[in-house]
């Protein structure tokens, strides 16, 4: 192997003055093949995660070629880049001429909806096309997940077996159902119990269906949040899968986000000053930083100095560049605690929703990427044996992921 270059080599190298996002394809890579060797059913990417060509590029030729777009845009961006995708348009809500443009344009067959106006809005804007695979979205709990998502889309127990009787006459192809148990889920079992809900629909309903879609949620690692084994997630689909009354030769579909390449990325951020236990970054809220700082989620930092410091660990608040004072995360990070101004700090696990969250607010966010190969950062895709464990850290009270 050619000489690696770290991080920081490549950073002193471009010299750029704001934040630097740092792109490990090759953790797209193991994961992707993770996926493809142990998930049995098809991966669709939920390309909201994590739109960069560098993942999308990594993930095709990792043998993913199906994807989870959320709007026209996305469907028009995996449309260009690889023209014979399997592109689902899985956004409960979609305006009519995003439904249109997907269709005519992008050759888009598969949509969701959770409602009788969505599926009239998605027969007329496909001129009544019979080739369409309709996937019905159901509410599930979320309270497995560290980010529930089950609010705001998804039919009921009590409406769905109407709505599923509904979309079954009207889709000459396929019917499908899935869910979303709400993003970073920590129990495998929140799957099998949402299979088992969406199940009793089914029968009610009476109808065949043909691909049971299990959503994302498929976790990462991230300090004080270590998830169950991934395989375990696996057995819990298949159980659940099995013990669903659907057609004889019913697809299983997932859709997973975060967990294709939240360890594929991290962030560079510069400390502009030091205030005590208060450090203020050229990185935040706006930025690369979202979950961080709206979230209060803990993320793995570490100090990058070309002679190691060798101070001992201390907590850290961070507070990012923009006027606003929401863009502030109160950690704790643990970085040595001689850490001042001018250092560069590594915060790891933002592969997802990370540079995908970024705005321009107050002229910040111009955001330089940089491929390393290394693979410094703990992974959910390696013997358990290689598996580094991270530090235990106190999280602060306000949004505590709820653990089995
Ligand atoms: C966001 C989203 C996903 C991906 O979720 P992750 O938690 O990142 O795996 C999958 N499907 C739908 C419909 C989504 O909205």
Redesign the pocket.
């Known amino acids: 192997m050619d000489s690696v270059l770290s991080p920081l080599d490549l950073i002193a190298r471009e010299a750029p003055d704001g934040p630097v996002a740092i792109a490990r394809p090759h953790r797209v890579t193991a994961a992707a093949t993770w996926f493809r060797e142990n998930f049995p059913g098809e991966v ?1 990417y ?1 390309v ?2 994590n739109p960069s060509p560098w993942v999308l590029d990594a993930l095709w030729a990792a043998g993913i070629k199906n994807f ?1 777009v ?1 709007s026209d845009n996305e469907a028009a961006l995996i449309h260009g880049r690889f023209p014979g995708a399997q592109i689902a348009f ?3 809500v979609k305006s009519r001429r995003a439904i249109a443009r997907a269709f005519h344009d992008f050759g888009v067959k598969t949509f ?1 909806l959770d409602s009788e106006d969505e599926l009239e809005k998605i027969l007329a804007e496909t001129n009544g096309a019979k080739d369409l695979t309709l996937v019905v ?1 159901f509410a599930v709990s979320g309270d497995g ?1 560290a ?1 529930p ?1 089950a609010r705001k ?1 998804g039919v009921t127990a009590e409406e769905a077996p109407a709505l599923l009787r509904r979309v079954r006459q009207a889709s000459e192809e396929m019917l499908g159902v ?1 869910f ?1 148990v ?4 920590m129990r495998p079992d929140a799957y099998r119990s949402a299979m088992d809900g969406v199940n009793r629909a089914i029968v009610k309903a009476g109808v065949v269906v043909d691909i049971v879609d299990i ?4 976790p990462a690692i991230y300090p004080g949040m270590s998830p169950p084994p991934m395989i375990e997630y696996v057995n819990a689909i298949k159980a659940g899968f099995e013990e669903m009354f659907v057609a004889q030769n019913a697809k299983l579909w997932a ?6 390449v939240a360890e594929a990325g991290s962030t560079v951020t510069r400390v502009e000053l030091r205030k005590g236990d208060a450090l203020y970054l050229n990185d935040g809220a706006f930025g690369t930083l979202f979950d961080a700082t709206h979230l209060n989620w803990a993320f793995p930092a570490k100090l990058l100095r070309q002679e190691p410091s060798r101070a001992k660990l201390a907590p850290f608040r961070l507070y990012g560049p923009t006027c606003d004072s929401m863009d502030a995360a109160a950690g704790p990070f643990m970085l040595p605690a001689d850490i001042r101004e001018g250092d560069l700090i590594e915060i790891g696990s933002l592969g ?2 990370g540079t995908a969250m970024g705005t321009r607010f107050n002229g910040f966010g111009e955001t330089v990427t940089i491929a390393s190969s290394d693979a410094p950062w703990p992974t959910m895709y390696a013997e358990p044996a290689a598996v580094v464990a991270l530090p235990k850290l106190k999280r602060a009270p306000k949004k505590q992921p709820t653990q089995a």
Do not use: I
């Open positions: 669709f939920a909201k995660a989870d959320a899985m956004h409960p969701a979205r997940a980010y998502l889309f899935s979303h709400g993003s970073q889920c959503g994302g949620g498929f859709e997973p986000g975060r967990a294709l997802a929703y």
